[in-house]
Nanobody, 126 residues
Framework: QVRLEESGGGLVQAGGSLRLSCAAS????????MAWFRQPPGKEREFVAA????????DSTDSVKGRFTMSRDNAKMTVYLQMSSLKPEDTAGYYCAADTSRSLYTRRGTYDYATWGQGTQVTVSS
């Protein structure tokens, strides 16, 4: 069973950058499509980005395109979310998730991901 742990969150001014990491333990991530979700205060959890284990193809929600980049290092069993040009509306708890079904495709639903980390808080001040 894979376990996920996020790190790298914090307080940053608008326009700044952060890099989130999601480290896995228990088993390899190499056959799991991975994703980042976020949950703003008082709102539902929403899709941010995903990366296919098979093709390396990434998908991201429109609001972060051109600002956020997701990547993975299977040897380190870690996925990353590089965030730049941060905005106050990016403030949220950020969660990584693993699709353990071995699907080749990236998917955007929370129900598509079986394993979740505990999250890391990102706060962007204006």
């Amino acid at each position: 069973q894979v376990r996920l742990e996020e790190s790298g969150g914090g307080l940053v001014q608008a326009g700044g950058s952060l890099r989130l990491s999601c480290a896995a333990s228990g088993r390899s991530l190499s056959t799991y499509t991975m994703a980042w979700f976020r949950q703003p205060p008082g709102k539902e959890r929403e899709f941010v980005a995903a990366i296919s284990w098979a093709t390396g193809v990434t998908d991201s929600t429109d609001s972060v395109k051109g600002r956020f980049t997701m990547s993975r290092d299977n040897a380190k069993m870690t996925v990353y979310l590089q965030m730049s040009s941060l905005k106050p509306e990016d403030t949220a708890g950020y969660y990584c998730a693993a699709d353990t079904s071995r699907s080749l495709y990236t998917r955007r639903g929370t129900y598509d991901y079986a394993t979740w980390g505990q999250g890391t808080q990102v706060t962007v001040s204006s």
